[in-house]
């Protein structure tokens, strides 16, 4: 039987290497043959070469992985020889790129175990080397998924990912879901002590690890980042999606694709299996939902004419905006509901539709689940923005009640509302324009649109209230959907008032 215990360490045998960023080129610059052209993703950078070690140092760089003491014999050294020029100009090259040098631990065989990759601008990557106590843990706001190459170590709080390219690697990670020291992890892997030194500082370094911290007596090992102020009330899955949501902390792409903050879109659109291209623009057919049945059911067409005439002022409905919730509340008649959706979200003839979306995209979709008890029978209905009608889903009357209950829990209500819009997004429309950012671009277009329907609401005398949340499954249920295709993102509730409640000025 073989024994479990961990082998016995061996040598130190991981090196240090160093590379350029896949994005980034050297060359010599057309006007001056003695200076050094380095293009990375963020700027152009000019240096002067007069020694030729510069110029091969920076051309192996782009090559991939590459020991400097191959450049430069006794680079590597802990303690080089003072006052080396060459050693000082080799130095001053790699500080004047240091955003753009990726770093790279190897066995003395080649093969790549981890390497840190920079991903802004601002990116400064010092490795250190722990003491053999020290206790680390990862943060606990990074986060280990697969990506187009292996698996990588990311954190919103990062300027370096960490790409992880063997099982080695991997395992050296995974001891540190909990607070360990290097000494005990080298006892873990059956690694010298040194080498998980190295290791470990580079992940340190990368943000990846946070090291630990004891008080007098030989306290409990406490982490700055879980007592930091700044970041208590942030999760971890929030500050990522508010990270990767707008340009200058990290390096995906941002922004309508083809643009120069979107110009990776493609490439990373091959790697996730997004299809470029827009699929949802204003003028595109409206595709039913797959439940819907039976003839669609026409709304009444308001005259615009007579309420540009009729309406209080813009100012009167800001200032009266309010969320309204009634228990009591009445049921929307016909014409109320069709002069809601025909003025906060019909699409108009070359136009779009009455609240903004980026690049007329437009993937916002809306489902009315009405109570019953007035002109429509109780159940859900598909809204089709062109031709102005509701489709009856035919959902089962279990899904509508829970539909309306949690609708009616998260309003604050003890009662069902009478009207219940569901907002979800068709996310194709959107990821395929907007890489990277799709879902930040979708939640504003719904705060868009929950906006335009409080407005309008107002203007109209029934009282309005957007929700905080809906339940994605419940939704995707009554409505027939697959959602990871198209999914619940905001709600809105509606009712009739009360008679004798007036939310703002009578129209004339």
Excluded at 27 to 54: C, F, K, M, Q, Y
Excluded at 99 to 127: K, Y
Excluded at 482 to 500: H, M
Aim: proline content about 9%; hydrophobic content about 40%.
């Amino acid at each position: 039987m073989k024994s479990s215990a961990p082998p016995a360490p061996r040598e130190n045998r991981l090196i240090e290497l160093w590379s350029l960023r896949e994005d980034t080129t050297f060359e010599t610059a057309a006007d001056d043959p003695g200076t050094a052209l380095v293009s990375t993703r963020w700027d152009e950078i000019r240096l002067p070469a007069t020694d030729p070690l510069v110029f091969r140092a920076l051309e192996r760089m782009t090559y991939g992985p590459v020991s400097l003491d191959n450049v430069l014999p006794g680079f590597s050294d802990p303690a080089p020889v003072p006052g080396d020029p060459r050693r000082a100009a080799l130095d001053s090259t790699l500080e004047a790129v240091r955003h753009a040098v990726v770093r790279t631990l190897a066995l003395a065989d080649g093969t790549e175990q981890l390497a840190v990759v920079p991903i802004v601008r601002e990116a400064r990557f010092t490795p250190g080397r722990p003491a053999a106590d020290t206790v680390h843990r990862m943060s606990r706001f990074a986060t280990l998924r697969v990506g187009p190459r292996g698996s990588l170590l990311e954190s919103p709080l990062s300027a370096h990912r960490v790409l992880l390219h063997t099982p080695q690697a991997m395992w050296l990670v995974s001891c540190y879901i909990r607070p360990v020291s290097v000494r005990e992890t080298a006892r873990l892997l059956g690694l010298p002590v040194d080498e998980v030194r190295t290791a470990v500082g580079y992940l340190e370094a990368s943000g990846m690890l946070v090291a630990g911290a004891t008080g007098p007596g030989q306290e409990p090992v406490t982490f700055a980042e879980d007592r930091d102020p700044v970041l208590e009330h942030w999760s971890p899955r929030e500050l990522m999606l508010h990270n990767r949501s707008r340009p200058g902390l990290h390096d995906e792409p941002v922004g309508p694709a083809g643009t120069a903050t979107g110009r990776a879109a493609g490439a990373a659109g091959a790697a996730t299996g997004r299809v470029a291209g827009a699929t949802g623009a204003a003028g595109m057919p409206v595709e039913a939902p797959p439940g819907s049945d039976g003839v669609p059911i026409m709304l009444p067409v308001p005259d615009l004419d007579r309420l540009v005439a009729a309406d209080p002022r813009l100012t009167t409905v800001l200032e009266a905006r309010r969320s309204v919730r009634v228990d009591d509340g009445r049921p929307l008649s016909l014409a109320q509901l069709g002069e809601l959706l025909y003025r906060s979200a019909r699409a108009r003839p070359a136009a779009g539709r009455p609240y903004p979306s980026a690049l007329s995209v437009y993937p916002l979709e809306l489902y009315v689940t009405v109570a019953g008890s007035g002109e429509l029978p109780r159940g859900t209905y598909y809204y089709d923005p062109a031709a102005h009608t509701l489709l009856a889903l035919g959902t089962e009357p279990d899904l509508v009640d829970a539909l309306l209950d949690e609708a009616g829990t998260n309003a604050g209500m003890s009662e069902e509302p009478p009207v219940l819009i569901s907002m979800t997004a068709r996310f194709r429309r959107m990821g395929a324009v907007y890489p990277g950012t799709a879902y930040s671009v979708l939640l504003k277009e719904v705060g868009a649109l929950q906006q335009t329907l409080y407005l309008v609401s107002t203007a109209m005398g029934i009282g309005p209230c957007a929700l905080a949340f809906g339940d994605t499954v419940t939704s995707a249920r009554a409505f027939g959907l697959d959602w990871r295709a198209e999914s619940g993102v905001g709600e809105f509730v509606v009712a009739g008032l009360p008679t004798g409640t007036v939310v703002v000025a009578e129209r004339t």
